[in-house]
């Protein structure tokens, strides 16, 4: 069964942190995405990558940075953490254009 | 620029169809459907591909027309187990990228 884990459900931090969102997964896709999902403005991509240690900016990379040192892995980094960042983030993987399969989703409050 | 989706949000009773249209200001590669329930991960359903393709997945199925730059997603004698929340996703020809329309959120009451 082809699965797509993140490291948190739900994540509370307070403004100025350093946080670190990780993702990963076991189908061994070139292409891993990070987006946020916020009401009313559905799935906005924040960054993706397409082979290790390679990434693209996407719609809203503001804020934001990325890492991907394996092709299993893919984390997102906040590097100081402010409440506008207050968000659903889903991160997502396919092989070439292929679906999308996405994790569960980390809910992460900024206070 | 994300693709525009309508109507915003639905309400049908079971047994009632719906169709959930995605329009984008861009040329198409391919147009992917996904359906998201509540405090759930988006679920692929579809992809439809340039050429005009038409696709089916039990009692839903889709159309592209590439001319138009447009998809749309038709749900027939819908069932309580199609509520949710339902994106489009285009690709303008990167064949890695997708870029998410605002959802449409379906509700089917009994």
């Known amino acids: 069964d082809v699965k797509v884990t993140q490291s948190s459900r739900y994540l509370v931090k307070r403004t100025g942190e350093k946080v670190f969102l990780e993702c990963v997964q076991d189908m061994d896709h070139e292409n891993m995405f990070w987006y946020r999902q916020d009401p009313g403005l559905g799935l906005r991509l924040i960054y993706f990558s397409y082979d290790v240690k390679m990434k693209e900016k996407g719609d809203i990379p503001e804020g934001y940075s990325v890492s991907r040192e394996k092709k299993e892995r893919f984390s997102l980094i906040l590097e100081s953490a402010s409440t506008n960042q207050t968000s659903m983030y889903l991160c997502a993987s396919s092989l070439g254009g292929q679906e999308q399969f996405f994790g569960p989703g980390t809910r992460l409050t900024v206070l | 620029q994300q693709p525009v989706q309508s109507p915003q949000a639905v309400i049908l009773r079971e047994g009632e169809d719906a169709v959930i249209n995605c329009s984008s200001s861009?040329?198409?590669?391919?147009v992917h459907w996904y359906r998201q329930k509540h405090g759930e991960a988006p679920v692929f359903l579809m992809i439809l591909l340039k050429g005009g393709e038409q696709k089916g997945h039990e009692k839903i199925s889709a159309s592209f027309n590439e001319k138009k730059q447009q998809s749309s997603l038709y749900l027939t004698a819908s069932q309580l187990s199609y509520s949710g929340t339902y994106f489009c996703g285009t690709d303008s020809g990167s064949a890695r990228q997708l870029t998410f329309g605002s959802g449409t959120q379906l509700t089917v009451l009994p």
């Open positions: 861009k040329a198409l590669y391919s």
